[in-house]
């Protein structure tokens, strides 16, 4: 693996901190009080949607300042296009994603850096294609931002191990996400009652309880038709995609100190 966009102490941290902060911000509604304003103002998903926006760009900034530089700017861009590109392919239809597989590879290959900013990059370019920008965009950058981030992060395997790996993460990736987005909309969905409702208030178990018989009877099939469209993607594009992408990580030299020679000319000039 190259880290193409090194992590150094200040961005890790802050990487760390808009993590949970996210993770929070998905969460909520376990650990809401009975009188808590967010359970009782369906504003609170576009207030959300301002905020992380902001906590990514300061992750966004701390990386640039250390370790983005005109080449992982590049292979960033072609990565994206490509992404969204791919992403009209599925559209979602049935769970069928077909841009995910692509930030799990890059991830892997490239990074945990560069697989969190790939991911929020991707799903902005394709929603801007697809015409899918709204309250719910910014939840799905930061959901596939930690999918190319957790990709980065996955151990080191045998050769003939790394695509079943890459494949099951898929699978397990493509279900939290969807799991994750259900969270964003869940406590403000209207029309649901008895075991399907958000409780303020209520115990967190009784709660992710209640999030569970939501998901499994609103959005399961999509849930599990993304995680499908992972394994099969990756364990049939997977190796010859990992060896592209390392092929031009080598050609890049990513991981190569960059100096400055003296000219020539000048040194034989002092020479002489």
Same mark, same amino acid.
């Given at each position: 693996?190259?880290?193409?966009?090194?992590?150094?102490?200040?961005?890790?941290?802050?990487?760390?901190?808009?993590?949970?902060?996210?993770?929070?911000?998905?969460?909520?509604?376990?650990?809401?009080?009975?009188?808590?304003?967010?359970?009782?103002?369906?504003?609170?998903?576009?207030?959300?949607?301002?905020?992380?926006?902001?906590?990514?760009?300061?992750?966004?900034?701390?990386?640039?300042?250390?370790?983005?530089?005109?080449?992982?700017?590049?292979?960033?861009?072609?990565?994206?296009?490509?992404?969204?590109?791919?992403?009209?392919?599925?559209?979602?239809?049935?769970?069928?994603?077909?841009?995910?597989?692509?930030?799990?590879?890059?991830?892997?290959?490239?990074?945990?850096?560069?697989?969190?900013?790939?991911?929020?990059?991707?799903?902005?370019?394709?929603?801007? =294609?697809? *015409?899918?920008?709204?309250? $719910? &965009?910014?939840?799905?950058?930061?959901?596939?931002?930690? %999918? +190319? @981030? #957790?990709?980065?992060?996955?151990?080191?395997?045998?050769?003939?191990?790394?695509?079943?790996?890459?494949?099951?993460?898929?699978? =397990?990736? *493509?279900?939290?996400?969807? $799991? &994750?987005?259900?969270?964003?909309?869940?406590?403000?969905? %209207? +029309? @649901? #009652?008895?075991?399907?409702?958000?409780?303020?208030?209520?115990?967190?178990?009784?709660?992710?309880?209640?999030?569970?018989?939501?998901?499994?009877?609103?959005?399961?099939? $999509?849930?599990?038709?993304?995680?499908?469209?992972?394994?099969?993607?990756?364990?049939?594009?997977?190796?010859?995609?990992?060896?592209?992408?390392?092929?031009?990580?080598?050609?890049?030299?990513?991981?190569?100190?960059?100096?400055?020679?003296?000219?020539?000319?000048?040194?034989?000039?002092?020479?002489?």
């Amino acid at each position: 693996m190259s880290n193409v966009i090194a992590l150094r102490p200040r961005s890790t941290i802050a990487l760390a901190i808009v993590s949970v902060a996210g993770l929070l911000i998905f969460l909520w509604p376990l650990f809401a009080t009975p009188d808590a304003r967010l359970g009782q103002n369906a504003d609170a998903p576009l207030v959300f949607a301002l905020l992380i926006p902001l906590l990514m760009a300061v992750v966004l900034f701390e990386i640039s300042e250390g370790g983005l530089d005109v080449k992982a700017v590049a292979m960033l861009g072609v990565l994206s296009a490509v992404g969204a590109a791919l992403r009209p392919l599925g559209a979602g239809t049935a769970g069928l994603e077909t841009v995910f597989f692509l930030l799990v590879l890059g991830g892997r290959v490239f990074g945990p850096g560069f697989g969190f900013v790939l991911g929020s990059t991707t799903l902005f370019a394709s929603a801007l =294609v697809t *015409g899918g920008v709204g309250p $719910w &965009l910014p939840y799905q950058m930061l959901g596939a931002a930690w %999918v +190319g @981030l #957790g990709a980065g992060l996955l151990p080191r395997v045998p050769g003939r191990w790394e695509v079943p790996l890459l494949a099951a993460y898929g699978a =397990v990736a *493509g279900l939290l996400y969807g $799991w &994750l987005l259900n969270f964003s909309f869940w406590p403000f969905a %209207v +029309g @649901l #009652g008895g075991d399907l409702s958000f409780v303020a208030g209520a115990p967190p178990w009784e709660n992710l309880r209640r999030f569970g018989t939501f998901s499994v009877a609103t959005s399961l099939w $999509w849930d599990l038709g993304r995680a499908l469209t992972n394994v099969v993607l990756i364990s049939i594009t997977g190796k010859a995609v990992l060896a592209t992408l390392r092929r031009a990580s080598r050609r890049a030299a990513f991981d190569d100190e960059v100096t400055f020679d003296e000219p020539v000319s000048t040194r034989h000039t002092l020479a002489g």
